[in-house]
């Protein structure tokens, strides 16, 4: 047994994994081996449910330490989220598979991300709407951060008619469409979910994605050759970026 500590100071005490593998074969024995994994599920949950779904782009200690409890708990995640296929628990496994985005990319797990999100979809029944769309929202920045655009497309335009108003959701459903269309070469598209998207998140509070988006529009106008309207919403892009201290797009905005 060793002793590592959690991201809020509280020491956790990890076990080896022979020791592990006896302790779930005494819970199977005496039956208590579901109960188990549903306790460790509502933990996770209740973990992730106080930070949401993340898209942002990690920095500081705070993000470090997040990074690293996870991948801490990588064995019985995996172990939690198979469970919850096999019980029929696709809801809940879902919930947390979406909310681990960007545990999933930051630690270049992408590829599994997207099979417990395909996997949990396709096996699952009694999945709420918003679970689903959820779901749908992160396969389309999973295959957005993959560079495969047709399949990005098709998730958000998914993710899009499930969240049915709801103006976060629906804001990056728009934005992860808009930048699928711009790679594909559909402009006036693109334009159209771009501002969308900015619409939706300034509802919702989010301008951190909404000056994204607001990047998005001046590459458009920059590319038609409007270098004056591109200056204009890079400016606004900057304000927005550099009041909610986000270095890397403050610098692209400059740029």
Avoid: C
């Avoid at 006896?22 to 109960?35: D, K, N, P, Q, S």
């Avoid at 019980?87 to 270049?108: I, K, M, P, T, V």
Wanted: aromatic letters at 10%.
């Amino acid at each position: 047994v060793r002793q590592v500590m959690e991201p809020n100071g509280e020491p956790r005490y990890m076990m080896l994994e022979v020791i592990r593998e006896f302790g779930l074969e005494r819970l199977t024995a005496r039956g208590e081996v579901e109960g188990a994994y549903d306790s460790v599920l509502a933990r996770y949950l209740s973990r992730v449910q106080a930070t949401g779904w993340r898209w942002d782009v990690p920095k500081g200690q705070g993000d470090g330490e997040w990074f690293a409890s996870w991948e801490r708990e990588l064995t019985t995640v995996r172990e939690v989220l198979a469970w919850t296929q096999r019980q029929g628990e696709a809801d809940r496994g879902l919930q947390l598979a979406s909310a681990l985005f960007l545990f999933w990319w930051g630690r270049n797990r992408l590829q599994e991300g997207q099979r417990w999100l395909e996997h949990g979809l396709a096996r699952g029944t009694g999945i709420s709407t918003s679970v689903r769309a959820l779901a749908s929202l992160v396969l389309s920045a999973i295959a957005h951060r993959q560079d495969d655009n047709a399949r990005s497309e098709v998730h958000a335009r998914e993710a899009l008619a499930l969240f049915n108003g709801i103006d976060e959701g629906t804001g990056h459903a728009s934005y992860l469409l808009a930048i699928a269309l711009y790679r594909q070469g559909d402009l006036d598209e693109a334009e159209r979910f771009y501002q969308a998207a900015i619409r939706r998140l300034g509802v919702a509070g989010n301008n951190v994605i909404g000056a994204e988006a607001s990047l998005g529009l001046a590459q458009i106008a920059r590319d038609r050759g409007d270098l004056d309207r591109a200056a204009a919403l890079y400016s606004g892009a900057l304000q927005w970026q550099t009041s909610a201290e986000v270095g890397w797009g403050a610098a692209l905005s400059q740029y």
